[in-house]
């Protein structure tokens, strides 16, 4: 038998640079759905890059917002120019498992070095459980 599933959702987050980089400074968001989400897509787009050179961005999911995750990314430069929108689950493998975001977990954007100048959007895509 066929189940219909609640449906396709999604979300954006800001991302903002900061002189910190301990873990969900850069953004962060609790999972708006309460349940558990498989994301589908995740896409940074960059309205202004930073003028650190060499800062990159670890975005993934974590028990909390000031916990650094990278399963979305490990290390996007964040001095790209603007207007770009960088596609973060461009794998390709069939092989690579999809994020899973719980109830209870956080996506977070967490900056490699000082990137203030940074300024952006993540955009999230996922399905219902």
Known sequence: MTALLHGKGA????VT????FAGGEM???LNPEGGVLIITRAI?????QSTT????????????????????TAATALDGTD???FNLLANGDAADALVVWTA???????GSADSAAFVGKLY??????
């Open 11 to 14: 979300c954006t987050i800001p």
């Open 17 to 20: 640079g900061a002189t910190l």
């Open 27 to 29: 953004g962060s968001l």
């Open 44 to 48: 940074l787009y960059v309205e202004t």
């Open 53 to 72: 050179g060499g800062a990159t961005i670890a975005i993934g999911t974590a028990v909390n917002a000031t916990t650094s995750g990278n399963n979305l």
């Open 83 to 85: 207007g770009t929108a």
């Open 104 to 110: 209870a977990q956080y996506v977070t954007c967490t």
């Open 124 to 129: 999230l895509e996922y399905l219902h459980v």
